[in-house]
Nanobody
C-alpha cells in the first residue's frame, strides 16, 4: 500500500502562484510514475502533469508552460509549481502514484483561483 498526502492548496488571485506537495509513505519502494490530476465541478478528472522515476515529464497541452512538476526521490515527494494561475485552474488537485501495477490516489487538495 502507498499513502499519498497532498498539501499546499488554497485560494489565490488570478495571476498568482501556488506550490502543491504530495508526500508518499508506506510501500514506497519501486514507485514508478507520479503525477497530478485535477477535477473541476461537473467535469471529468484530467491529467495535469506526470513525472517518471527517472525524471521524464509529461504535461497537459492546455497548461501553456505555466506549471512545473518535480520530484524529490529522497523525500518521496512530488511537487507541482503553478504560476500565472487562471480562474479555470480552479479544481480539486489529486496526487497519483503507480507501483507494481497498482494506481494510488491522495485525498485531493482544493485550489481556487479568483478573478
Amino acid at each position: 500500500q502507498v499513502q499519498l498526502v497532498e498539501s499546499g492548496g488554497g485560494l489565490v488571485q488570478a495571476g498568482g502562484s501556488l506550490r502543491l506537495s504530495c508526500a508518499a509513505s508506506g510501500s514506497i519502494f519501486s514507485i514508478n510514475a507520479m503525477g497530478w490530476y485535477r477535477q473541476a465541478p461537473g467535469k471529468q478528472r484530467e491529467l495535469v502533469a506526470r513525472i517518471s522515476s527517472g525524471g521524464r515529464t509529461t504535461y497537459a497541452n492546455s497548461l501553456e508552460g505555466r506549471f512545473t512538476i518535480s520530484r524529490d526521490n529522497a523525500k518521496n515527494t512530488v511537487y507541482l509549481q503553478m504560476n500565472s494561475l487562471k480562474p479555470e485552474d480552479t479544481a480539486v488537485y489529486y496526487c497519483n502514484a503507480d507501483r507494481a501495477g497498482w494506481s494510488y490516489w491522495g485525498q485531493g487538495t482544493q485550489v481556487t483561483v479568483s478573478s
